[in-house]
């Protein structure tokens, strides 16, 4: 009896450590207000995309805290990342429109979206740089039914800063990849972003075919890009 009775408490010992063990290791759990927006922690770089909404080849694009340039052949591109806004500034002309140019999604996209953040164990080459990633899901904090999935390359040589996208708006079906080559995390040239005292503001209503993409992030997959107005 007594052997008996030694294995029932001993029994009952290690079924309340295996319980008080399982009880110090909850499952992890996403927080109330979500993870941080992996694209806002790199506030002043440069970099030349490729890919992306517009489809950009070899475009060299800056960001400097709020505001991102993007060159073009014979004018550059400003971003108010905070206004959604773009100013295209040509020698001797300046055009103002309400929204933000492609080639700065998803900088410019997703500020009002809970965001998921699922690091993996796996680590690939990107580029020459030694990448780990991480998949990102964006849904919005109403009730709209809106879905982006990302998969994240982040480059341990430059801070985490993600190489590489591929983005699946799952709203609508849409798939594209964005690549990052030249990455510089020293701050840009402030005068990279300045811009002419007078900017003519283009409405809504008067807009031609313009070389950016709806990437505000009230909707739901950025439009695809358009030509900008001579």
Same mark, same amino acid.
């Given at each position: ?21 399982? @009880? ?15 694209? @806002? ?20 694009? %800056? ?12 004018? %550059? ?27 700065? %999604?998803?900088?410019?996209? %997703? ?14 080459? =990107? ?8 998949? =990102? ?11 982006? @999935? ?32 030249? =990455? ?34 009230? @909707? ?11």
């Amino acid at each position: 009896m007594n052997r008996w009775l030694r294995l029932t408490m001993a029994l009952v010992v290690l079924a309340v450590s295996l319980h008080g063990q399982t @009880q110090k290791k909850p499952a992890p759990k996403v927080p109330a207000d979500g993870d941080p927006n992996p694209f @806002q922690a790199f506030q002043s770089f440069s970099a030349t995309l490729n890919g992306g909404i517009g489809k950009d080849h070899d475009r060299k694009i %800056y960001r400097s805290g709020k505001m991102m340039r993007l060159d073009f052949e014979d004018h %550059y591109r400003l971003v108010d990342l905070e206004k959604l806004t773009t100013r295209a500034v040509h020698p001797g002309n300046c055009r103002q429109f309400p929204q933000p140019d492609a080639g700065s %999604y998803p900088f410019s996209a %997703y500020h009002d979206f809970k965001v998921v953040r699922a690091p993996t164990e796996d680590k690939e080459i =990107v580029d020459g740089h030694s990448c780990k990633t991480e998949n =990102v899901t964006f849904t919005p904090r109403d009730d709209r039914p809106i879905l982006i @999935q990302m998969k994240l390359w982040e480059a341990e040589d430059l801070q985490g800063f993600p190489v590489k996208a591929e983005v699946n708006v799952v709203s609508n079906g849409n798939k594209f990849t964005l690549n990052y080559t030249n =990455v510089s995390l020293k701050p840009p040239d402030p005068a990279l972003f300045k811009s002419p005292a007078k900017c003519g503001v283009t409405a809504d209503s008067d807009l031609k075919p313009l070389g950016t993409a709806q990437t505000t992030p009230s @909707q739901s997959a950025p439009k695809a890009p358009q030509k900008p107005p001579q």
